[in-house]
């Protein structure tokens, strides 16, 4: 039994947790033994971290680019606050003030293809890695420096850490082109993995921290964006939206939930099922399954009507529905 349940939290857990495998839906994976209850008992602690510790999420975003070396250098003078910030380059070494700005700057300018002064593409990335307000900032600039150096060692790049707002925060600007030529060019698949590395190094240094996506964890919060803090014009207000019943990848992922939580309460080991009972719990919350109650109830007051949603085996009562 606990090696059915650990092999069905694999299945259903790294569809839930790590995006590029929702697209292989149909694979088991590839794991026997006691690869198999590593595997279950890490998905175990990220699924404690989401639905009881409410580990803090990071964040790691591409906040803009620089188009030729005026715009880098007067980026590079931003994060550094016009020299009065230490910066910190992909050496390690830590210098400040103006002239320190400057010959950063004739690096990057002639350090391989020469960068014009105004260019049609970005020669450069401003990436903003971010740990909510109470995380030791020291802490944040250690995990975003091991960060660098494993996901942008084959390029040029300058680190400032930022206290001034309530939440720690690491600026890093980063050369396009890559020593070996190469130019970087980040996607999706990047930043979610730039987050599980930013994560990872926080957790390294007893930080806790998280990675999961919003559609993993049934939020659909949405990040005030960097032209909005910037912009003197105030954003007009949205009005309030009622959550709709949920479809594709957020559909996939609260049933990935349910088996989750079905498995888990069928366990048994007394702290599984209570994993089970806080999932419940977390999920009950969840704007998409309280929007699948309305429905059902809906569909309950118009009985001559086919029912498009149906509860999951094990959740009539206190666990919440998923629409199959």
Known sequence: MPSTIDGLLVQWGDRLFYPSNRSKASRTPALTGLAVRQRAQALRQRIRATVVRRAPQVMVKVTGGGRGMGAIAAHLRYIAKAGRLPIEDDRGAVREGKEALRAIADQWRFGGTRIPEVSERREA?????SMPTGTDAR???QAASEFAKAELANHRYVMVLHTHQTNPHVHLSVRAEGRDGQRLNPRKEDLRRWRETFAERLRSWGIEAEASSQVTRGTQHRNERVW???T?????PRATKVEGLPTGIRKQALRAWAEIMRALAASPEVSDRQLAQ???HYL???????AIRREQARQRELPSMSRSVVMAPGMQRKGPAIER
């Open 125 to 129: 990335f401003n990436i903003m890695l």
């Open 139 to 141: 802490v944040v600039q």
């Open 228 to 230: 909005e803090r910037k």
């Open 232 to 236: 003197a014009r105030p954003r007009e």
């Open 278 to 280: 806080s999932i419940g």
């Open 284 to 290: 009950g919350r969840l704007p998409a399954v309280q």
